[in-house]
């Protein structure tokens, strides 16, 4: 497909999604799995920053534990702290370079190790605040041209609206509200995995994948299905294990 | 940004020994939100509240009145996981909470705002701020009061354990950053058939107690090289999967 053609289909998916009610963590997973597809880079993150100015993972292109540990990893160093606090983009890291590692010893490493040689990040931007960022990962030394960039900003802006739109159950009344409300949803979302990897004796990844596909298929929201589970509201037999589950 | 008299407050919850001895750090607390008075409940299953914060009458009466009716901003930020911010409870609608307009009108609480504490499904409890005149809090106060809320949180789901010899805890703040800890969480509360703040409570007694991270203890769970007893030890050994059901 086109490149124009891959971009207005996003924008049509994101209409369609701000209009109904949405969930807010499949949307933003969703947007970065089409991060993906448009920029050619291996792994994408949205990291948003809670009340005490730590980023915190919301979504990833690949739900799986290991791409999440090393965007967890950023929340004191690495180059989507670096663009939260600036308020301006990072693009092309060298993963490689000395002064890269030097700089983030922690982080560097384990993205290396992941299979990534360079990384990019791009503010997530709201009124002149900056409330967040998105990570992207490249395996193959590509860079990203300054078009790309253009379009990973816009991509970016689209997941702080997103954010901020979100209806949830509760009168989110305020923007920290809402931002709140968003990062509260991430962590029932993990519990849940492990609730359910113990029920099934899979891996979270596994059990995560067979949750996303149930929710998607019975048009439920991810995070409220994930609360009604976690509250002990739902009966989780009705999912059908992961394929691999014996 | 939290402000230097929250942080203040912060430092002196971390010195405390119980919730009991802290009624001063709560007056600190509602003088640096510029609120008359605030309350924290904790969640002590069901719906009941146990108050275990309560600067002044207002405040505690408020409370209790919200708690006993089932309805107003308390239950609301409880049920819905989200601060419920009323800066002027004369403008509420009507119908918003019918029995609290009535009741509440004899109390000196004009403004009230409630922040959930918890961690993800965790809901640990709730803390309210009452203020005698109308008007909003400031962006700073709110962010300031979120800062409060969760650090109570923690505080009440044990992650102050001072170490040997008044070291520091022996995981760090951030350990909740981590996906793995909210996993392993999850698996726990299966396992033992605990409810996820017990879980979360036994995972840090046990990563207390073998003085490793909970983020090293919490990746050994998910990855079913640990598995904790009923007693919250862990025999380090890859269990047999157990047949359950």
């Not at chain 1, 990893?73 to 370079?97: F, H, K, M, W």
Request: charged share 20%; glycine share 8%; aromatic share 6%.
């Amino acid at each position: 497909m086109a490149r124009e053609q891959q971009l207005t289909k996003v924008f049509v998916e994101v209409a369609d999604s701000l209009i109904d009610d949405f969930d807010l963590i499949d949307f933003l997973q969703r947007l970065s799995e089409r991060c993906v597809e448009l920029l050619d880079v291996a792994a994408c993150g949205v990291l948003l920053a809670d009340e005490h100015d730590v980023l915190q993972v919301l979504a990833a292109s690949d739900e799986n534990t290991r791409l999440l540990e090393l965007f967890a990893l950023q929340y004191d160093q690495g180059p989507c702290v670096e663009c939260y606090r600036s308020g301006r983009p990072r693009t092309n890291i060298d993963l490689a370079d000395p002064n890269v590692s030097q700089a983030w010893p922690e982080f560097t490493p384990a993205a290396l190790q992941s299979g990534f040689l360079s990384t990019n990040a791009i503010p997530m931007r709201l009124r002149g605040r900056v409330i967040g960022a998105l990570g992207l990962f490249q395996t193959r030394g590509n860079t990203l041209s300054d078009a790309d960039t253009a379009l990973a900003q816009a991509l970016a802006d689209v997941a702080t609206i997103a954010i901020l739109q979100q209806r949830t159950l509760a009168h989110s009344e305020t923007e920290r509200g809402q931002l709140q409300y968003a990062l509260t949803s991430r962590i029932v979302l993990e519990q849940v995995k492990g609730i359910l990897a113990e029920r099934w004796q899979v891996t979270p990844d596994q059990a995560f994948a067979a949750f996303r596909a149930y929710a998607r298929s019975h048009h439920h929201q991810l995070s409220h299905l994930a609360r009604l589970i976690a509250d002990g509201e739902f009966d989780t037999e009705q999912i059908p294990r992961s394929p691999r589950h014996r | 940004m939290i402000s230097d008299g929250m942080a203040e407050v912060l430092r002196l919850l971390q010195r405390d020994e119980g919730f009991d001895a802290a009624a001063d750090v709560a007056v600190l607390a509602a003088v640096t939100l510029g609120v008359s008075g605030l309350t924290v409940s904790l969640a002590t299953g069901g719906d009941r509240a146990e108050l275990m914060w309560c600067t002044d009458e207002a405040a505690g009466s408020f409370e209790d009145l919200q708690f006993t009716l089932g309805e107003g901003p308390g239950p609301e930020a409880v049920r819905g996981d989200a601060m419920v911010l009323v800066p002027d409870l004369a403008l509420v609608r009507p119908e918003r909470w019918p029995a609290l307009r009535v009741e509440a009108a004899g109390l000196a609480a004009r403004a009230v705002f409630c922040f959930p504490m918890g961690i993800g499904a965790i809901r640990v409890g709730v803390l309210t701020l009452v203020r005698r005149t109308a008007g909003p809090l400031t962006d700073g106060q709110v962010g300031d009061a979120q800062v409060l809320a969760h650090a109570l949180a923690g505080r009440a789901l044990g992650s102050v354990v001072p170490g040997p010899n008044g070291a520091a805890p022996a995981d760090s703040a951030d350990a909740l950053l981590h996906a793995v800890v909210h996993q392993a969480t999850g698996m726990v509360s299966v396992q033992l058939d605990v409810s996820l703040p017990q879980a979360l409570l036994r995972l840090r007694a046990y990563a207390y107690s073998s003085g490793r991270p909970l983020t090293d203890v919490s990746r050994d769970v998910v990855a079913r090289r640990l598995r904790l007893d009923l007693n919250g030890n862990g025999d380090g050994n890859p269990l047999p999967v157990s047949d359950k059901d």
